[in-house]
């Protein structure tokens, strides 16, 4: 069964950190490009930060020097650490895979982030 479980989100306060996680299961994992979306109330779903399967990364300007994609094909994982964050930070955070061999495309369940004081 191909899936991906998030894990790691929660309610931090401005200014603070954390870690999402990601574990990918069913699939051949280093064939896939992996990364975060975002959704926030009333808003589009947003691409937050990609890592190829070769270890390239690109990410949202407004993201840029406050979080960082990284994978780790020993466990099927993927990870992103998010510091200095703000309210405009809050949203459901998606893991997605895209196969580089069938171009398939698989969603996590999300997991909520809340910057709030």
């Known amino acids: 069964q191909v899936q991906l479980v998030e894990s790691g989100g929660g309610l931090v306060q401005p200014g603070g950190s954390l870690r999402l996680s990601c574990a990918a299961s069913?699939?051949?994992?280093?064939?896939?490009?992996m990364a975060w979306y975002r959704q926030a109330p009333g808003k589009q779903r947003e691409l937050v930060a990609r890592?190829?399967?070769?270890?390239?990364?690109n990410y949202q300007d407004s993201v840029k020097g406050r979080f960082t994609i990284s994978r780790d094909m020993a466990k099927s994982t993927v990870s992103l650490q998010m510091n200095s964050l703000n309210p405009e930070d809050t949203a459901v955070y998606y893991c997605?895979?895209?196969?580089?061999?069938?171009?398939?495309?698989?969603w996590g369940q999300g997991t909520q982030v809340t910057v709030s004081s």
């Open positions: 997605n895979a895209r196969s580089r061999s069938t171009s398939r495309v698989t």
């Open positions: 890592i190829t399967t070769g270890g390239l990364t």
């Open positions: 069913g699939f051949i994992f280093r064939l896939n490009d």
